[in-house]
């Protein structure tokens, strides 16, 4: 069975338009690539354009915010209606506090004006309460008046009326080549949550759960989307600074634990074989 489904029209192949190709975004659309799809990219900066060109994918600059103009959001929407599906890899940190919906809000226009047929939209477990319990997908609800900003941008682009189809993906903790979490706490003193379990993923797992979800077209779902295991705060950072020589982060006695995210749903619908489910074996892969 072929992995391209046939929703590209007859003078060329489906296209992903991937918006935000950056440490995630870039092998995302490089693998989609690879797997026969042509492959629209976006980037904030002027340099990493040729970048995307050397790799085979049609980029733009793409600058949301307060500057995003009438005209921008034309050039947008004529730019997506080449897509049959879009990722939108966009993290809430490129929003002022409180202003991520209003970041993507003429995304979401764009979206609808362009005729989109799939959004993928990249989320984050960030969106659980830290407590010491498992989350699960519905803990979390992605509604247009959530409380969380993510959680609200999330609803923007789950169409009530079934204009496209979509899916929304949290990712846990993102770690892989040039991110290698032995640097994210080392040296640090006396830091809290010691007992609390990582919730960790790997960039290639991260890739490979996107690609599969688009080559196999398994929308109308939230997944979380972490590794297997969960080893504590206070044995998983103080060993992955020290595989990279550096000082080991120490943790307060007795501090408290903290949430654990399920990630079965995506397991059990989604074809795709973890590469990285323990990760304290994956730190040579950073």
Same mark, same amino acid.
């Given at each position: 069975m072929s992995s391209i489904p046939s929703t590209g029209s007859a003078a060329g192949p489906p296209t992903v338009a991937v918006l935000g190709c950056g440490w995630l975004g870039l092998p995302l659309a490089r693998k989609l690539l690879s797997q026969g799809y042509r492959v629209l990219g976006t980037t904030t900066t002027a340099e990493q354009v040729p970048l995307l060109a050397a790799a085979g994918i049609e980029s733009r600059l793409l600058q949301l915010g307060s500057d995003f103009s009438a005209a921008d959001e034309a &050039?947008?929407? %004529?730019?997506? %209606?080449?897509?049959? @599906? +879009?990722? *939108? &890899?966009?993290?809430?940190?490129?929003? #002022?506090?409180?202003? =991520?919906? %209003?970041?993507?809000?003429?995304?979401?226009?764009? #979206?609808?004006a362009a005729? *989109?047929?799939?959004?993928? /939209? #990249?989320?984050?477990s960030g969106v659980y309460p830290d407590e010491p319990r498992l989350m699960h997908e519905t803990d979390a609800v992605s509604t247009r008046d959530a409380a969380s900003d993510v959680l609200r941008t999330e609803g923007h682009f789950v169409p009530? =009326?079934?204009?496209? +189809?979509?899916?929304v993906v949290r990712l846990g903790g993102l770690f892989g080549p040039d991110r290698p979490p032995g640097r994210f706490l080392a040296?640090?003193? &006396?830091l809290p949550?010691?007992?609390?379990?990582? &919730? +960790?993923?790997?960039?290639?797992?991260?890739?490979?759960?996107l690609s599969t979800i688009i080559t196999q077209n *398994?929308?109308?779902? @939230? /997944?979380n989307v972490c590794a297997l295991t969960h080893p504590l705060r206070r044995d998983f950072y103080p060993?992955?600074? @020290? =595989?990279?020589?550096?000082?080991?982060?120490? $943790?307060?006695?007795?501090?408290?634990?903290?949430? @654990? *995210?399920?990630?079965?749903? #995506?397991?059990?619908?989604?074809? =795709?074989? $973890?590469?990285?489910?323990?990760?304290?074996?994956?730190?040579p892969y950073c």
């Open positions: &050039n947008l929407v %004529q730019w997506l %209606q080449q897509a049959d @599906t +879009l990722v *939108i &890899n966009i993290p809430p940190r490129a929003a #002022v506090a409180g202003g =991520y919906p %209003q970041l993507l809000r003429p995304l979401h226009r764009a #979206v609808a005729h *989109i047929k799939s959004v993928l /939209f #990249v989320s984050t009530r =009326y079934g204009q496209w +189809l979509s899916t040296g640090r003193r &006396n949550q010691g007992n609390a379990p990582t &919730n +960790l993923l790997h960039l290639t797992d991260a890739v490979g759960v *398994i929308w109308g779902h @939230t /997944f060993a992955a600074a @020290t =595989y990279l020589g550096m000082e080991p982060p120490t $943790f307060q006695a007795g501090s408290a634990g903290g949430k @654990t *995210i399920d990630a079965s749903l #995506v397991r059990s619908l989604v074809p =795709y074989s $973890f590469q990285h489910d323990d990760v304290l074996a994956a730190l």
